[in-house]
């Protein structure tokens, strides 16, 4: 006998709002994490700023395993995908920004962010590994677990850069960009159905297998270029106004 996956049974359109996820310990654990982040944050003005946005971020995180977005994830890939996107474009940014800054200005850990965030994601999207996260409770929280850690840690190395490291955050964030944006037109573009799951639960929801996929290749596709090639320019501004700063009061 197949378990039921961690969101529960495929849910059906007229029963979906009903179908909340209210796991205790994922409460405790959010809960816990976003007030240990706030306690960190408090403080000066700036970052009781971060620290707001934090909690944002875990706000957003608790509404993507806790919402009917959970269920519907069982019967939609696309929904699945839309999960992934809210915790890895909105959530894992908020949080990131947060998180203190690092101030040694090594350029090791982008890559090494960088590199496990691809490798998580592809992994996590190839047909067995994400098959599996339907029957295994331990599988799925790995998943998220993967995913979202590393995204956390992309973000923090992104967002706050150090001037001479500026460079090396925009290769490696036009790159994860290019990776992400592979990825997801590999899915949309795809001729057949790649994940087995989805071919029985997609039909009460009026799409095919099919388009179910393309739709969940779409998401991953132009959100992820899009967000990145803000924080690109966003990086650039900030050297630009330091340099014009720098300037004035030569």
């Known amino acids: 006998m197949i378990p039921l996956p961690y969101c529960g049974s495929a849910p059906l359109p007229g029963e979906l709002l009903t179908r909340f996820n209210l796991d205790p310990r994922v409460m405790v654990v959010l809960a816990a994490l976003a007030g240990w982040q706030w306690w960190r944050g408090r403080g000066a003005e700036a970052g ?41 474009l909105i959530a894992a940014p908020l949080i990131a920004y947060g998180l203190p800054v690092q101030r040694l200005g090594r350029g090791w850990p982008v890559w090494a962010s960088a590199l496990v965030f691809f490798a998580s994601l592809w992994f996590w999207h190839m047909p067995l590994p994400y098959e599996a996260t339907f029957t295994s409770v331990t599988w799925y929280w790995c998943m998220h677990l993967c995913l979202f ?102």
Request: glycine share 6%.
């Open 48 to 88: 009781n700023a971060a620290a707001r946005l934090a909690l944002a971020g875990w706000v957003v995180a608790a509404a993507a395993f806790m919402s009917p977005l959970c269920a519907l994830s069982v019967a939609l890939f696309s929904a699945r995908i839309a999960q992934h996107m809210v915790l890895v």
């Open 149 to 250: 850690g590393s995204a956390i840690w992309l973000w923090r190395e992104l967002l706050h850069p150090a001037r001479r490291l500026v460079a090396v955050s925009l290769i490696a964030g036009a790159l994860t960009s290019m990776q992400m944006g592979m990825l997801g037109a590999f899915i949309a573009l795809a001729s057949h159905p790649l994940y087995r799951w989805h071919l029985i639960t997609t039909a009460p929801w009026g799409m095919t297998p099919l388009e179910d996929q393309q739709l969940g290749g779409a998401l991953m596709w132009v959100p992820g270029i899009a967000l990145f090639l803000w924080v690109a320019v966003r990086s650039v501004s900030r050297v630009w106004a330091s340099l014009e700063g720098a300037r004035l009061h030569e």
